[in-house]
Nanobody, 125 residues
Framework: QVQLVESGGGLVQAGGSLRLSCAASGRTFSKYAMGWFRQAPGKEREFVAAISWRGGSTDYADSVKGRFAISRDGAKNTVYLQMNSLEPEDTAIYYC??????????????????WGQGTQVTVSS
C-alpha cells in the first residue's frame, strides 16, 4: 500500500496558477501509475489527469487539456499537477491517487487503490 499526502492547494484568482504536489511513501513508487481527481460541492468525483509508471505517457480530462500538466519525480517519490489559467469551475477538493500497473506506458482512468486526503483549490472570479 502507498500512502499519499497532497499539498499546494489554496485560494487563487481566475487566470492564476497553482501547483499541487503529492508525496508518496510506503511501497516502492515505481510500477504505480498516478492520477489526480477532483470533487466539487454537490458533484461526483471526476478524473482530472494521470501519468504512467515511467512518466512517459499522460492523459487529461477534456476540461483541463492545455491548462493542466501532470508530472512525476521518481527520486522524490512525488507527483505534481501544474494548473494554469484557472477558472472558477476548477474549484474543488483535489485528490491524488495511485494504482499498480504492469505496463510502463499504461495510463489508467479508474480502479485506483490508494488515495490522499485531498487539498482544497478555490478559484475566485
Amino acid at each position: 500500500q502507498v500512502q499519499l499526502v497532497e499539498s499546494g492547494g489554496g485560494l487563487v484568482q481566475a487566470g492564476g496558477s497553482l501547483r499541487l504536489s503529492c508525496a508518496a511513501s510506503g511501497r516502492t513508487f515505481s510500477k504505480y501509475a498516478m492520477g489526480w481527481f477532483r470533487q466539487a460541492p454537490g458533484k461526483e468525483r471526476e478524473f482530472v489527469a494521470a501519468i504512467s509508471w515511467r512518466g512517459g505517457s499522460t492523459d487529461y480530462a477534456d476540461s483541463v487539456k492545455g491548462r493542466f500538466a501532470i508530472s512525476r519525480d521518481g527520486a522524490k517519490n512525488t507527483v505534481y499537477l501544474q494548473m494554469n489559467s484557472l477558472e472558477p469551475e476548477d474549484t474543488a477538493i483535489y485528490y491524488c491517487a495511485s494504482r499498480i500497473v504492469f505496463s510502463s506506458d499504461y495510463v489508467p482512468h479508474a480502479d485506483f487503490t490508494s488515495w490522499g486526503q485531498g487539498t482544497q483549490v478555490t478559484v475566485s472570479s
